[in-house]
């Protein structure tokens, strides 16, 4: 999944030469966390409620407080590249630019909701877990197995804190019985599994 699939298109700028009581009020109008700056149409900075909670008086140009330079991402970067920068810098939302142009915004809640849509837990699915074989063979195994049984595999991971140990995954199949069938035929013992339920 790439950046451009879950950015905010409708951007909310501010120019760098307003007031902080202006971008103090868009922030709380929009109710949004990071305002990006700009100065003829250009990115110049970002401007958080951070920046703001000790910025006096009301009015003090914004570019006098704004983070100047920020960091951005482009449109074709993928979504886990930009959980890497948040994560990394620990802030909560990047300007998109391409071509020297801003086009959105990406956040963490933008994050976040890709990575539930991704890990398939708003879909009927079920998380299991297995432990068996060989471990240099084991992941190719588990999807062959779930591809008979026809399921669709949304994740996989193998924790070696467990002892033996487990792969843990999420699938989405009509028949989980299948999927069991399967990975059992393989040589694996399936250790739980739980039905998750959208909400």
């Known amino acids: 999944m790439l950046v451009r699939d879950r950015m905010t298109r409708d951007l909310i700028t501010i120019d760098a030469a307003r007031p902080i009581g202006d ?3 868009l922030l ?3 109710r949004i966390r990071q305002l990006p700056v700009v100065r003829d149409g ?4 970002i401007i958080t409620h951070r920046d703001l909670r000790s910025a006096k008086p009301p009015t003090r140009p914004v570019a006098s407080v704004m983070t100047a330079k ?3 991402i482009g449109p074709d970067a993928a979504i886990d590249e930009a959980a890497r920068l948040m994560r990394t810098y620990k802030i909560g939302g990047v300007p998109v630019v391409e071509r020297r142009q801003m086009v959105g915004i990406i956040t963490v809640a933008d994050v976040l909701d890709a990575f539930v849509g991704l890990s398939g837990v708003n879909e009927r699915t ?3 877990a297995v432990t068996g074989g060989a471990a240099a063979t084991a992941v190719a195994r588990v999807r062959r197995a ?3 049984a026809r399921g669709e595999l949304k994740w996989l991971h193998r924790d070696v804190r467990m002892r033996p140990a487990q792969l843990h995954m999420r699938v989405k199949v009509r028949r989980v ?10 040589g694996f013992e399936v250790v739980s599994v739980v039905a998750a339920r959208p909400r």
């Open 42 to 45: 250009q990115l110049v900075g």
């Open 146 to 148: 779930v591809e008979r």
């Open 126 to 128: 079920y998380r299991l």
């Open 23 to 25: 971008a103090a009020r």
């Open 28 to 30: 709380a109008r929009h």
């Open 177 to 186: 019985d299948d999927v069991i069938e399967a990975l059992e035929a393989t």
């Open 70 to 72: 920020p960091f951005t």
